[in-house]
């Protein structure tokens, strides 16, 4: 990646997703028009399209609405025949799939690696595609930018729910250790306390968080920001410094250890990922973890989630400067893709992720679908292209909302006012997989020292900024 | 007819057809062009990578040595070395022995030959990414635990397994050898029935016992075998990628950090894997060292092997 693209995601740098936020809280924010249906262009010739599917592990429901949103979608662009393929996301294979040609046509992303895609020109241009969507101009502008590259074009799309990481609880363990599942913490020392007596009263683990594939100091940039840290500061000259021994990632580490050695709260099991954190905690074995808002559809399509036990609360944030992560998921269709498939990945785009937002009767038919297939409908998310779109979306939707939002109302009733953060700028990954050894050796090392353990992890992190600014 | 034109009659292209000699390129072909194609051929891509910045999108960029001196400067490189030497070493220690004692033992068995030799040879049937998944729930850390549970019954644990820096490495050499001895076992047991029965005869007659024996007739006749093996499992532990990968992702905090998850790391460890050169570099030095290990212990085993 070169300097510039570096320079400019850095200047984007934290504000954009805080800037999101506070646009999508307008009252006035534009919204598109119900009536305005998606159009593209069609292919010229009949095309063969492969896409993202569902999770591994999905359950015959989500299979089987996938398939008839397929259903629908072919039978609405006779001339485009798609072929899903299960994808899951992950820092440690994407690159794989990428180098290997093995990814689909169309592939999902993370909001942070747009920008690099786009500037390794491992990605489509979709801007002619995006402009004949009459919702196109009607992205928010801080969510389009991360998809968008330095002449200004589209190439990826913001495709799914932008998110603010979460405080999820088992409801269930809550009642069972004797706490009230409806006041879920709202300090740092209170998650201490509940975790605690989670430990104690039920055996399970009060209070754990991911460890591996980068997903430790993900999580660990999390609870930083809730501190009121940064893991990467940016000069005036648009170079980032790393900062991963600020006081708030070690408030943040030596709240870890407390739960861990101190309470004995954090349980027995310290290899956890994304995917393992969730399976573990739909088994009923963890009370409290930290993801983002929207993963209560994946708890329910890929480990089978009873909703009784569901809890989401806001992140205690501690300190003027403090936030929440924020981030979501955007679509990409391979470089080098012929005008026919980029038109085909447009309407596929609009159609599974995007139609919803913008046409009730969309909204209705995707979620009807859902709702008729026992998968989850109402899922709390952030607004993709205004506020008011939200909630005129969930008005379009409200009576086949089946997720349990009365357990989510300690977060969605204070996400708005909470600042969202984006991820460090520069390096991402690198600096996230500099800090899991750093989560490891807390949770499994009584002497973990750690001042020295962020001290090493800061020269790491460096050197892989250093080498992504050269 | 005399010799010279009996030579050239013999070497020409018809007698070669007619001797077979196209017959065996025909045959061999198929061979040489999958070997060419999938391991030449990228072996030859690594080698060029190595000098290269690349994302394999992209058009790549000559880096020189760039790659070799970003990696040899990486603080995780002697992290990585050390654990791979303690892996070769514990796996030594207790993988190298343990077949071959298993061997020798089933093959002074009389009776149900065959279900020991099944029941050792069973690991090696078995997926190793489901026998790693499988461990992996056998090594909870809990006091409920399957491992756990079973040593609590003598009075033993409750273990961390792979929860704990000491103890994580020894648990991945433990699965590693149960999962490997089985195809050493049946390799030993094939070398056994080479060795000459008049050996053993004269053994009992000069008096020796089944440990004698074993120490004086069974090992010596083993020697080429033993050391075949022996090279082939320090190459393969210097590789070690399997457990560390499925098991911990090299933790926790490097204490399974091997040389070749740091390679998968470099190329992949980052979602869009920006360092293809500095994991084909890091193999290229690997490669390298174990082909002068290699070449250094054939020459001075020849002597030993041969006698």
Not at chain 2, 197 to 211: H, P
Request: with cysteine; glycine share 8%; aromatic share 10%.
């Amino acid at each position: 990646m070169s300097a510039t693209i570096r320079r400019a995601i850095a200047g984007l740098g934290v504000v954009a997703l805080a800037t999101t936020a506070a646009a999508c809280a307008s009252p006035t924010a534009s919204s598109p028009s119900a009536s305005q249906a998606p159009t593209s262009s069609a292919p010229a010739a009949p095309v063969n399209l492969t896409v993202v599917g569902l999770l591994p592990g999905a359950t015959p429901e989500a299979q089987k609405n996938l398939a008839n949103q397929v259903k629908l979608f072919e039978e609405a662009n006779p001339n485009i025949t798609v072929t899903t393929k299960e994808y899951e996301w992950k820092a440690t294979t994407f690159a794989a799939d990428l180098a290997g040609g093995t990814l689909p046509d169309v592939f999902e992303i993370p909001f942070t690696d747009a920008k690099t895609l786009i500037a390794n020109g491992q990605i489509a241009d979709m801007n002619d595609q995006l402009g004949e969507f009459p919702f196109g101009g009607a992205f928010n502008p801080n969510v389009l930018q991360y998809g968008q590259g330095p002449d200004g074009h589209a190439y990826a799309i913001p495709a799914k729910s932008v998110y603010g990481i979460g405080l999820h609880y088992n409801r269930e363990l809550f009642t069972k250790a004797g706490l009230d599942p409806n006041k879920p913490p709202t300090t740092w020392d209170e998650v201490r306390a509940d975790a605690k007596q989670i430990a104690d009263k039920t055996k399970a683990a009060g209070y754990v968080q991911m460890t591996q594939s980068n997903t430790g100091g993900w999580q660990l940039t999390v609870a930083t920001y809730a501190r009121g840290g940064q893991m990467e500061t940016v000069g005036a000259d648009g170079k980032a410094t790393a900062t991963l021994d600020n006081p708030g990632t070690k408030a943040a580490l030596q709240f870890l250890k407390d739960v861990r050695w101190t309470d004995n709260a954090a349980g027995s099991n310290f290899n956890l990922d994304w995917g393992t954190i969730n399976q573990a905690f739909a088994a009923g074995q963890i009370g409290m973890y930290t993801s983002g808002q929207d993963v209560y559809t994946s708890l329910v399509q890929a480990n089978a989630i009873k909703p009784d036990i569901y809890g989401l609360a806001m992140i205690p944030l501690e300190g003027d400067s403090a936030g929440i992560l924020g981030g979501g998921t955007m679509a990409a269709v391979k470089a080098g893709s012929s005008d026919d498939i980029r038109k085909a990945a447009a309407k596929w785009i609009s159609h599974w992720y995007l139609s919803r937002y913008t046409s009730e009767k969309a909204a209705l038919a995707f979620n009807q679908q859902a709702f008729d297939d026992k998968q989850p409908v109402g899922t709390p998310e952030l607004p993709m292209f205004s506020d008011a779109n939200l909630e005129q979306y969930r008005t379009w939707i409200k009576p086949l909302i089946n997720v349990p939002l009365d357990h989510m109302t300690d977060f969605t009733s204070k996400i708005g006012a909470a600042k969202i953060l984006n991820e460090p700028p520069v390096a991402t990954q690198d600096v996230y997989a500099a800090l899991d050894p750093v989560v490891q050796a807390v949770f499994t090392d009584k002497n973990a020292d750690i001042d020295a353990l962020l001290a090493a992890a800061n020269k790491t992190a460096q050197r892989a900024i250093d080498k992504a600014q050269r | 007819m005399d010799s010279a034109q009996h030579s050239a009659r013999r070497r020409g292209p018809l007698t070669w057809v007619r001797g077979g000699g196209l017959t065996t390129v025909v045959f061999a072909l198929p061979m040489i062009i999958i070997f060419g194609l999938f391991s030449v051929w990228p072996i030859l891509r690594s080698v060029v990578m190595a000098f290269q910045e690349t994302n394999l999108t992209g058009t790549a960029k000559w880096a020189g040595l760039d790659n070799f001196a970003w990696v040899l400067s990486d603080p995780d490189l002697p992290i990585a070395i050390t654990n791979t030497a303690y892996f070769a070493v514990l796996a030594l220690v207790f993988g190298f022995p343990i077949p071959l004692i298993g061997a020798v033992l089933m093959s002074e068995v009389k009776r149900l030959k065959g279900f020991y030799t099944t029941l050792a040879y069973l690991p090696a049937v078995i997926p190793p990414v489901v026998a790693v998944l499988l461990w992996r729930f056998f090594y909870d850390g809990a006091p409920t635990g399957v491992f756990n549970q079973l040593l609590g019954w003598i009075g033993l644990g409750p273990f961390p397994w792979l929860n704990d820096r000491l103890w994580a490495m020894p648990s991945l050499v433990l699965e590693a050898t149960w999962a490997g001895a089985g195809g050493t076992v049946i390799i030993y047991l094939a070398a056994l029935v080479g060795v000459p029965g008049e050996l053993y005869e004269a053994a009992e007659l000069d008096g020796a016992g089944i440990w004698r024996k074993i120490w004086h007739v069974t090992l010596p006749q083993l020697r080429g075998v033993l050391f075949i093996t022996l090279i082939l499992q320090l190459i393969a532990t210097a590789q070690v990628f399997l457990e560390p990968y499925l098991f911990t992702g090299g933790g926790p905090n490097k204490a399974t950090l091997t040389i070749l998850l740091m390679i998968y790391n470099y190329a992949f460890g980052a979602s869009l894997g920006s360092d293809y050169g500095a994991a084909t570099a890091l193999s290229m030095m690997l490669a390298a060292f174990l082909a002068v290990f290699s070449l250094i212990y054939f020459r001075l085993t020849r002597s030993w092997s041969q006698s």
